[in-house]
């Protein structure tokens, strides 16, 4: 049974950072694609960041670009997100996403972690 784990969400003040962990088990995250994507109430899920299963190649959606750094540990099987500089607009739920291809559309996602909350507070 694929579970994906997200931890490390929580409130901060904005220009401040926070770190989410995302634990997989069940698939060994290094035959795949993984991402983060946030969901904000009443919003559909949108892409914030993909890694490929070496880490050779990052995709960022334009709003993170240059705060926000995905990476992957495979020995361990967990995905990070290191978000820096937050701002009030990237409070939402974070979700964490493993693919067999990189893709930036939740509906075309195989699996999903259960989220996590990440409140910025100006």
């Known amino acids: 049974q694929v579970q994906l784990v997200e931890s490390g969400g929580g409130q901060v003040q904005a220009t401040g950072s926070l770190r989410l962990s995302c634990a997989a088990s069940?698939?060994?995250?290094?035959?795949?694609?993984v991402a983060w994507f946030r969901q904000y109430s009443g919003k559909e899920r949108e892409f914030v960041a993909s890694?490929?299963?070496?880490?050779?190649?990052?995709h960022y959606a334009d709003s993170v670009k240059g705060r926000f750094t995905i990476s992957r540990d495979n020995a361990k099987n967990t995905v990070y997100l290191q978000m820096d500089s937050l701002k009030t607009e990237d409070t939402a739920i974070y979700y964490c996403?493993?693919?067999?291809?990189?893709?930036?559309?939740?509906?075309?996602?195989?699996?999903w972690g259960q989220g996590t909350q990440v409140t910025v507070s100006s």
């Open positions: 069940g698939l060994t995250i290094s035959s795949y694609v």
């Open positions: 890694l490929t299963w070496n880490g050779s190649i990052q």
């Open positions: 996403a493993a693919n067999r291809w990189r893709t930036t559309l939740p509906g075309s996602i195989a699996s």
